[in-house]
């Protein structure tokens, strides 16, 4: 983990609590690293975006302290902590033109109008939007106006960035657009940030480090590639990028592997030992459908069952092809569009199979 | 596919020109929807256009004199004006007296002329009554004798003046002017000049209570358009519940409340702040009217403020908290601009309301309070002087005009939100 000197955001055991009955958010500890990109990962309602409020100040912590710096804020009000915001709507201010905007927070820490000046210019220019600081919100596109809301939280120079959902609005393809932007702008000003979204890619393709939200629990803190291939648990393996599960008894466990009889009659598998309770305890194998291997031959690979082609999907790159498979039919596997790949067909059985690495036994 | 022309008209698929098409196609829905609104246009035309129209004619209709002494008025066509007329005018007159005072409405000319100079009205109507007994002429010597006035050029003038079909004559009254002697438009004299000051006052009025109203409804709104739904809901009520009674119980409530023996005034007294022989006057004077209008009129700025500052999300507050705005001044260069169409929108409203008020300043205005709309109300019942209160309510209605067209060049009407 990072050094004390180095952790910019610190949450130490925090709860939120609305009503006094339930906790949206239960002991929720993080570092954040200065410099770092910290993704808050989650399903709506899961406690990412509570965290985020009360990290900017505009909700109090019912329990535990927060440390900006190393300085409790608690008690400090919003607007002397010196967090920049970017807001799911964007929050620029429709009676201002975007270069009022951008000098908003520079004219409220009574900075002087040639120095305000040439920061919106600036700031304008980073975002690629220079020439545009005469015109009102309003009349820019929903991308443009997400960069303004990126330029203006960033145009005082705020050691920390908090942005909540900021891409939401946008379609499909700006939505990659501005996330290699901001991930740019990220990496040029060394600016921490911390992002709130429920878009895995996103996360994935921002991040240094992702904290998947559930149930108001860091599920699992991880990098990127950690989190997709190493997850903890079944609701992160559900959660990041697809993965086929099975179920069943944990019969023995040798070393970092253990042996599984799975529920549908599927027989024995050997599969990595990652959160199961111990031997007779129900377990769920988490397997990444790109590394199934299909019409392997017995005893080609450490595991291989009998499945049963139902559906093809066309896909270009890839053929989907969903089996059952041990009594579970929604098994996906993703055959590569490669030269010479197997060719299948729907109601045909095949032999599938898969190495004890790429299965992972986690809780049930 | 190109389209068809014909000589630069675009055709339809069967030949007809696109636009004949088009509206074909559009008559029918045209049609609906005239018949949807031709009740309301109906009744709008019955009840307020024709009577505004009526009215306004009113104000400039000067029929009396042409149409009751048609006699002398031809006689008087060519008179200098630079001496008594001569005889055939006398004699025209005479006659035209007779046949009033048969028909008994030479009374309408007396008073027509009465509203242009005082002591007219006895004047025709005693001499028509007299007029009876003249048989034959000479009539210029017995007319002159029939009332010293008949021998004052500026009786002349002013008869002369109202055969003309039309007249100014109301409009120069409501604001205060008058023809003098020889003709010429001149102010009235300083205490007789009672309307300017009137308008003057009721604008007056009306900007104190906009304040007021802003002053007191922002906050409101503000609560209104913030606090949870359950809460909201509640307040709404209360600021709707005194919208939904009729506007003569709150004047009336507002008698109990403030007059000297009042329920404002016992507690004043109770707690001292003021001796039971020195309580306060609040009613009947420019305070009484001002409080009461203030309550009567503050739903009206009330929900146009809630309507607009429902709509400003709270992250804007947020946002410009996170950029380091404290929460003041996050207030006023953020959150307060954003009302501004609101504060236009009910500022208007109150406004315009307050300034044709009739009902709250007659019953608690007394003598100070009263607003130009009293003295319109005074003219159409009690004077029964139509033309004059015709005037007043067209330089009113032109008013509110004036200052909605004012509004619009300066905040513009397609700011304005009602809700």
């Known amino acids: 983990m990072a050094k004390a000197s180095d952790t910019l955001v610190k949450f130490e055991s925090v709860q939120k609590s609305y009503d006094g009955e339930t906790l949206v958010v239960k002991d929720f500890n993080l570092e954040v690293a200065r410099g770092e990109f910290v993704t808050m990962l989650g399903p709506s309602g899961s406690g990412k ?16 302290e927060i440390y900006l710096d190393g300085v409790p804020i608690n008690k400090v009000p919003p607007h002397k902590r010196g967090i920049g915001m970017v807001f799911q709507n964007y929050a620029l201010f429709p009676h201002m033109t975007v270069a009022e905007n951008l000098a908003f927070p520079l004219e409220v820490r009574r900075m002087g109008k040639a120095e305000i000046s040439e920061k919106v210019n600036d700031a304008l220019d980073m975002v690629r939007l220079g020439g545009f600081g005469d015109r009102r919100p309003s009349q820019l596109s929903g991308g443009q106006q997400q960069r303004v809301a990126v330029a203006r939280a960033l145009v005082f120079r705020p050691q920390l960035v908090l942005m909540d959902e900021p891409l939401g609005a946008l379609d499909k393809n700006l939505r990659e657009e501005m996330q290699y932007e901001i991930k740019h702008i990220h990496e040029e000003l060394q600016v921490t940030v911390v992002y709130v979204t429920h878009d895995q890619s996103e996360a994935l393709t921002m991040s240094n480090r992702i904290a998947v939200f559930d149930d108001g629990i860091v599920q699992q803190l991880a990098p990127p590639d950690e989190l997709y291939e190493k997850p903890e648990n079944a609701f992160v393996a559900g959660f990041i990028g697809e993965n086929n599960r099975l179920y069943g008894e944990v019969k023995a466990i040798d070393g970092d592997f253990c042996q599984v009889e799975l529920e549908g009659g599927g027989g024995m598998v050997k599969a990595l030992c990652v959160n199961v309770d111990g031997v007779g305890s129900r377990t769920t194998l988490s397997l990444r459908p790109e590394r199934v291997t299909i019409g392997v031959s017995e005893g080609q690979s450490t595991n291989s069952l009998e499945a049963k082609v139902e559906e093809l999907i066309y896909l270009g790159d890839h053929i989907r092809s969903r089996v059952s498979l041990s009594g579970n039919d929604e098994f996906i596997v993703k055959v590569p569009n490669s030269h010479g790949h197997v060719h ?3 109601g045909e059985v095949t032999r599938i199979g898969w190495e004890a690495e790429d299965c992972r036994a986690l809780d049930a | 596919m190109t389209d068809q022309t014909a000589g630069g008209v675009v055709l339809a698929a069967d030949g007809t020109p696109l636009k004949a098409s088009l509206n074909r196609a559009l008559r029918k829905s045209r049609i609906r929807a005239l018949l949807l609104v031709a009740p309301l246009l109906l009744f709008i035309l019955f009840s307020f256009l024709i009577p505004i129209f009526d009215m306004m004619f009113r104000s400039v209709d000067n029929w009396h004199v042409g149409t009751l002494m048609p006699k ?11 001496a008594l007329p001569e005889e055939p005018v006398f004699a025209a007159l005479v006659a035209d007296l007779q046949a009033g005072a048969k028909s008994r409405e030479i009374g309408k000319v007396g008073r027509r002329l009465n509203y242009e100079k005082s002591g007219m009205r006895s004047m025709v109507v005693s001499s028509a009554r007299k007029s009876k007994r003249l048989k034959n002429g000479p009539y210029k010597a017995k007319v002159l004798k029939m009332h010293k006035k008949w021998r004052d050029l500026e009786t002349w003038t002013v008869i002369k003046r109202n055969t003309a079909p039309y007249t100014i004559g109301y409009y120069l009254n409501a604001v205060d002017m008058k023809y003098d002697k020889n003709g010429d438009i001149v102010m009235q004299n300083k205490n007789r000049r009672i309307y300017g000051k009137l308008f003057l006052r009721t604008f007056a009025i009306s900007l104190a209570i906009t304040v007021i109203c802003v002053i007191l409804a922002y906050p409101i709104s503000f609560l209104l358009a913030t606090l949870p739904l359950r809460y ?9 519940l005194p919208f939904w009674t009729s506007l003569l119980v709150r004047t009336t409530a507002w008698i ?6 009042g329920v404002l005034n016992d507690l004043f007294v109770f707690f001292g702040f003021v001796a039971e022989e020195n309580r306060l006057q609040l009613i009947h004077n420019l305070t009484g009217t001002i409080i009461a209008m203030t309550h009567i009129l503050l739903p009206f700025m009330v929900l146009p403020l809630y ?18 705005a404290n929460p003041v001044v996050a207030f006023v260069r953020i959150y307060m601009p954003l009302t501004l169409a609101g504060i236009g929108a009910g500022s208007i409203l109150v406004f315009i309301l307050s300034i044709g008020y009739y009902i709250t300043p007659a019953l608690v205005g007394g003598t100070g309070g009263t607003l130009i709309s009293n003295q319109i109300a005074y003219h159409m019942q009690s004077s029964l002087n139509w033309g004059l209160a015709g005037a007043l309510g067209a330089i009113l209605l032109f008013s509110v005009l004036g200052f909605y067209l004012l509004y619009n060049k300066i905040v513009g009407i397609d700011n304005m939100k009602l809700g």
């Open chain 2, 307 to 324: 309507s607009v500052m429902k709509t400003i999300p709270p992250t804007y507050m947020r946002a410009a908290l996170s950029l380091g």
């Open chain 2, 232 to 240: 909201s809901n509640l307040l709404m009520i209360f600021v709707l």
């Open chain 2, 72 to 82: 002398t008025s031809a006689a008087l066509a060519d008179w200098d004006g630079k």
């Open chain 1, 344 to 346: 299948l067909k729907e």
């Open chain 2, 256 to 261: 109990a409340m403030l007059q000297s023996q």
């Open chain 1, 49 to 64: 975006t509570t965290c985020l409020m009360m990290l900017a100040g505009f909700e109090p912590a019912t329990h535990g």
